[in-house]
């Protein structure tokens, strides 16, 4: 039997959501999408301590625009809401210089960037630009000099594999900066192993670790300071994160560091003691 | 608000067993599937192997059954029907399901070989599951037949229930769901990764009549943890719940309740 009511192992693990959205985007999947208000609310009844959103129209839309609209929106709902900001590493893009762009970021208390380059698979979707060092190195160079990581996130197809030399080359080039990779890593786990051993500047998202006790197995390879735990809400639900976590076959001791300890510590937040 | 202490009796539906060709799925032999089961909670998992399914269908069918056997009432399987041997049929099904293990059909007809649903080799697993009233899984979501295909069959085999895999989720969640509420023989398989994406969730909780619903999790190929995670804090109605996680299983796969009597 399943038992329904785990709200206290939930907020033992005091879990900081790394991958949440709001805002309305134009084509909503599956018909849903979240303001901020919507969101804190799914947040709470969750039982998630924070989370790092960006705004949907940052990606859909335009950089900047989604940018300062998070901001606004946000408001005084911090710490438990920590505004994350998208960019396309360029000048041209974002009008500013690198150094310029991440400036504003200490003003505004931003804590680290994501990024939705093209794949092979779906440049549809995803914003086209080359994801290599002549074009990123300047933006990159920065973000690895003042600590902010970064979550790249391409938007393959159901079957794509992620660009793994593209990866490689990334991290190498920059072995100081934190970099999270978010989806698109579903039955990768031979490979992604071999890389996060060769790369330990590399993270994972969990809503990318999908196959049966693949968490566990993850951390049983590379460690569980490897993995930062994300939801995709609202496009996943909030409860696959926290049942992919809270389930898993770890210490508890490993479960808060995926929940949410990991992200703290690469965004050098403060961490709380917990217990069960 | 949810209950304080509710409990679930939990049968997994839609399950796999065993290695893949072309990736690594962890822990998924019966034993290390049975401790995660355990951990979770779990009571059932109904499984077709993966070597039937993408390898060879008589040692993957054979399999199926010898686990179901080693773990009664933990384990129920599913028949494989493979098009591309159509002579097994007759030799096999009727062997199989005079084991009480063997609960209902399993059909990927993408894994087939593109093999179409209303193909002309899939007509005796209709007829057959249209006499003994044997429920039809079959693989839908980025591969595999159109819901037309699905609403033709259900006119054309009333008496045999037919289960939509995964919910049709490419093929859209909304028309999957009105074609399952339309014709009594058609069911919903609230399988990963349409019980994982909220919206999809939102609207079968709204709109699907909530006697259709089949819990299943497509383990090992997708993780357990997570679909139980998703649908258990879904906030939905635990009346409901408890159909989703076992009612409608129990109501639909008649022969189980002879795997469970022992």
């Given amino acids: 039997m399943v038992e329904q009511n785990f709200t206290e192992k939930i907020s033992a693990l005091e879990f900081l959501d790394f991958a949440v959205s709001f805002g309305r985007p134009p084509v909503p999947f599956t018909g849903v999408w979240m303001d901020k208000e919507r969101l804190l609310k799914e947040l709470r009844r969750n039982h998630i301590a924070q989370s790092a959103p960006y705004h949907v129209l940052a990606k859909a839309y335009e950089a900047n625009y989604g940018n300062n609209l998070l901001m606004e929106e946000i408001g005084d709902d911090r710490p438990e809401m920590i505004p994350t900001w998208v960019v396309v590493p360029s000048e041209e893009a974002m009008g500013c210089s690198p150094k310029a762009y991440v400036d504003q970021m200490e003003k505004e208390g931003i804590k680290a960037v994501r990024l939705f380059p093209s794949s092979t698979g779906n440049p549809a979707k995803a914003t086209r630009y080359a994801f290599t060092k002549w074009f990123y190195g300047d933006y990159f160079e920065e973000f690895q000099r003042r600590h902010i990581p970064i979550t790249v996130e391409f938007s393959p197809n159901r079957r794509d594999e992620p660009d793994w030399p593209k990866l490689y080359e990334v991290a190498k080039d920059f072995p100081k900066l934190d970099i999270i990779l978010a989806d698109g890593f579903q039955r990768t786990a031979w490979t992604l192993i071999k890389l996060l051993r060769e790369c330990q500047n590399l993270y994972v998202q969990t809503s990318g670790l999908d196959v049966h006790r693949e968490l566990e197995y993850m951390v049983n390879q590379v460690g569980a300071q490897r993995f930062i735990a994300g939801s995709k809400f609202p496009v996943s639900t909030i409860g696959t994160m926290v049942g992919q976590v809270t389930f898993a076959n770890l210490s508890f001791e490993e479960k808060k560091l995926i929940a949410g300890d990991n992200a703290r510590r690469i965004m050098g937040l403060p961490i709380k003691g917990g217990n069960l | ?262």
Avoid at chain 2, 190 to 214: F, H, I, W
Avoid at chain 2, 244 to 260: D, I, P, Q
Wanted: proline share 7%; net charge negative; aromatic share 12%.
């Fill in chain 2, 1 to 262: 608000m949810m209950e304080a202490s509710k409990k679930y009796r939990v049968i997994d539906s839609h399950a796999h067993m065993g290695p893949i060709w072309n990736f690594y799925l962890p822990y998924n032999d019966e034993y290390q599937m049975l401790d995660n089961m355990d951990r979770l909670g779990v009571d059932t998992v109904v499984f077709s192997s993966n070597m039937a399914i993408s390898g060879d269908p008589v040692r993957g069918n054979q399999y199926t059954l010898d686990v179901c056997r080693r773990h009664p009432g933990r384990f129920l399987g599913q028949y494989m029907v493979n098009p591309n041997y159509p002579e097994l049929f007759d030799e096999e099904v009727p062997k199989y399901f005079s084991h009480k293990e063997i609960v209902g059909f399993k059909v990927h007809p993408e894994l087939s070989g593109d093999y179409p649903l209303d193909g002309k080799n899939y007509e005796k697993m209709f007829r057959y599951a249209s006499e003994h009233h044997i429920p039809i899984l079959s693989h839908t979501y980025f591969g595999g037949d159109r819901l037309s295909v699905f609403e033709e069959l259900a006119k054309e085999y009333p008496e045999a229930p037919l289960i939509i895999g995964h919910g049709a989720m490419d093929l859209g969640t909304g028309k999957c769901i009105e074609l399952c509420n339309r014709y009594p023989n058609l069911y919903y398989d609230l399988c990963s990764p349409v019980n994982k994406r909220y919206g999809a969730l939102t609207m079968v909780d709204q709109e699907l009549n909530p006697d259709k619903a089949l819990y299943g999790t497509d383990g090992p190929w997708n993780d357990p943890a997570v679909s139980l995670g998703s649908v258990l804090l879904s906030g939905i109605d635990p009346q409901k719940l408890e159909k989703w996680f076992s009612g409608n299983f129990l109501r639909l796969y008649t022969r189980a309740a002879a795997a469970f009597a022992d």
